[in-house]
């Protein structure tokens, strides 16, 4: 009967390849998981600066052209829930950024149009501040 030791050695290519085929399925699994996560963030990102530059025209043609039409707050407001919605997947400041401006987006959208910029100031600031987490969170996926 053949020692353990007899046993290793006679199938040790056999062992080599098992050990070598366990370890590239464990990091093809983790690498695969990785890229997909990267792509639902990537997708996402670029969803949210779409619908954010939508949410700006929005914004500058109530307040500016006074437009009630295009500048709806009714459709600022789709484009709110939507950045919302997106930014759901969104790990870091994405999050906390798109509630402030949905926030900022309730308690300022009435002043669009009205003589004064404080409205506008305050809601763009926060399409500023959402654009560059956004871009933040592109910038550092691997």
Known sequence: MASVRDQLRNNAV????LLVALASL????????????NRNIRAATFE?????ADFERV??????????????PRTGWTYIIVINDLAEVV??????RAVALRDTWRANWENLGKDGD?????????ITE?????L???????
């Open 59 to 72: 914004v500058f043609l109530a307040h500016y052209d006074r437009d009630k039409t295009n500048g709806n």
């Open 136 to 142: 933040d969170t592109l910038r550092s996926l691997r």
């Open 118 to 126: 404080e409205g506008l100031d305050t809601i763009d600031r926060g």
């Open 48 to 52: 949210i600066l779409a619908k954010l």
């Open 14 to 17: 056999a062992l080599t390849s």
């Open 26 to 37: 464990t990091y093809n699994t983790w690498r695969n998981e990785r890229t997909e996560h």
């Open 91 to 96: 790990p870091g400041a994405v999050r906390p």
């Open 130 to 134: 959402l654009r560059e987490a956004t």
